[in-house]
């Protein structure tokens, strides 16, 4: 009934995206066990007993507040232990304080599960959560991720309502590179109903529609602010499709195909460790990432956004969250 038995432990389940998770793992027949953690007791046993009163058949849920207990013998884990983004914050403006959680976290994730097949990192920013818990966690590079789908489904989701066609009926929605307002969104791929976007900007129409240059520029920076309108609409930030697509990455380790951006600890001639969205597939070996096809406005683009990264990497580094770089490979061999 379920894709795994092995323990999946949720970091920050007392919260929206946490409790969701919990629910979702079950609920999608994708985890049977599930161990939900959170130092805030009274909500986290809260979140608790809605899951086991959904009374999912054959469910193994357990929580705690000690964070060994729910990281011991764990193969997957999934935290969104960080502070929540608030209106008016961008996701940088978490950096330090949840940069902390992170490098404790993965000290934690060393001691007490060194051999934890897949880490699913959503707190912001979490490009440099991410990789702070990849440092310090001990882990090969390819056993730690962060969610980064959201930018490509909200520009996904854009430019279908744009259009007025089904979701699905756009493809080839991409944005690389940092998960914040310096993303790299990209151009080159894009298919509406199977008409190329360049072609479309060219002056095709769909359904009846065009699109302007000014429009997709527009398109292209609303996505760029889209949790942020998430946070003024519903006056917190998103939880629902954080908490669906990570469920949707634990099932491409697991076995299914996943087709959206992952984001994957980098190191190569042009990107130097860092943690940034790239095309990537998942499986039981982890997330293998690869550099993306795109013209040369959208390759200028993602360098761009490494670069912001590398300052938010940098400036972890100075307030010793983040070792040296010449020392990442003490910290962490697999680096």
Known sequence: ?????????????????????????????????????????????????????????????????????ALSGASYIITSGGAPRKEGMTREDLLRDNAQIAKELGIAIKANCPDAKFVIVIFNPADITGLTTLVHSGLAPSRVGTLAALDSTRLQSALAKHFGILQSNVIGCRTYGGHGEQMAVFQGGIQIDGIGLDAILGGKEVNGTSMSADEWKEIQERVTQGGAAIIKLRGRSSFQSPAQQSVFMLRGILGEAYGWPTGCYVENDDFSKIMMAMPAKLSAAG?????????????????????????????????????????????????
């Open 1 to 69: 009934m379920y894709l795994t038995g092995e323990k999946v432990a949720v970091l920050g389940a007392a919260g929206a995206i946490g409790s969701n998770l919990a629910q979702t793992l079950l609920a999608s027949g994708t985890a049977s066990n599930v161990c939900m953690y959170d130092p805030f007791e009274p909500g986290l046993e809260g979140a608790a007993e809605e899951v086991f009163h959904c009374g999912f058949p054959g469910a193994d849920v357990t929580w705690t507040t000690d964070l060994a207990s």
């Open 287 to 335: 997330a293998e990432w690869q550099m993306p096809e795109g013209s040369d406005e959208d390759l200028a683009a993602l360098k761009n956004s490494y670069s912001h990264l590398v300052e938010l990497r940098d400036e972890v580094i100075e307030a010793g969250i983040l070792p040296p770089l010449d020392a990442w490979k003490e910290a962490n061999p697999n680096l």
